[in-house]
T-cell receptor
Framework: GDSVTQMEGPVTLSEEAFLTINCTYT??????LFWYVQYPGEGLQLLLK?????DKGSNKGFEATYRKETTSFHLEKGSVQVSDSAVYFC??????????????FGQGTILTVHP | EPEVTQTPSHQVTQMGQEVILRCVPI?????FYWYRQILGQKVEFLVS????????KSEIFDDQFSVERPDGSNFTLKIRSTKLEDSAMYFC??????????FGDGTRLSIL
């Protein structure tokens, strides 16, 4: 079945450092890929998405590129802020047509950014 | 921005009791989902619901679980006879179709 693997956490960085959170996936078809973020005490919020190979999703300075050849969707940000401290989830969906369908999540990576 | 609203935020229940978790979807959304996250584990899919019926469910979603949309607005998850291992964060998510899912803030369910 489908699966998503994220790099081991937690990740601790200083403000303005470069961030990479690795994500690889296994899927039978051509999934859509997502990054969700969860701030303390809140639900999951969509950060960015990509629906086909070589697409780059971007939002709030974060980027991820859908790499079919390496089955990866690594999250990057050039300069993190303290406010980026949260849990980041990589996810995929095999849905198509009228709905993305269910999401399959990675285990989440806790990011802590220090001033 | 429209939100998915879940109630209660925290539910404490004795083992064996029934619980109902509630979700108010974003108004034009037609696809509804429940997920759960046991502490320290992955977010897991439970069930999807469209056009007043279950469209997909996971192996976790056994006979103790049910979903319905009784009044056309609230989307509920019922656990008939709770077990200790049902303790988790339960997330409702909704979407309008070929758009990403929007999540609520979750209900923390604690079974004693």
């Amino acid at each position: 079945g489908d699966s998503v693997t994220q790099m081991e956490g937690p990740v601790t960085l200083s403000e303005e450092a470069f961030l990479t959170i690795n994500c690889t996936y296994t899927a039978t078809g051509y999934p859509s890929l997502f990054w969700y973020v969860q701030y303390p005490g809140e639900g999951l919020q969509l950060l960015l998405k990509a629906t086909k190979a070589d697409d780059k999703g971007s939002n709030k300075g974060f980027e991820a590129t859908y790499r079919k050849e390496t089955t990866s969707f690594h999250l990057e940000k050039g300069s993190v802020q303290v406010s980026d401290s949260a849990v980041y989830f990589c996810a995929l969906s095999e849905g198509g047509g009228t709905s993305y369908g269910k999401l399959t999540f990675g285990q989440g990576t806790i990011l802590t950014v220090h001033p | 921005e429209p939100e998915v609203t879940q109630t209660p935020s925290h539910q404490v229940t004795q083992m064996g009791q029934e619980v109902i978790l509630r979700c108010v979807p974003i108004s034009n959304h037609l696809y509804f989902y429940w997920y759960r996250q046991i502490l320290g584990q992955k977010v897991e899919f439970l069930v999807s619901f469209y056009n007043n019926e279950i469209s997909e469910k996971s192996e976790i979603f056994d006979d103790q679980f049910s979903v319905e949309r009784p009044d056309g607005s609230n989307f509920t998850l019922k656990i008939r006879s709770t077990k200790l291992e049902d303790s988790a964060m339960y997330f409702c998510a909704t979407s309008s179709g070929n758009q990403p899912q929007h999540f609520g803030d979750g209900t923390r369910l604690s079974i004693l």
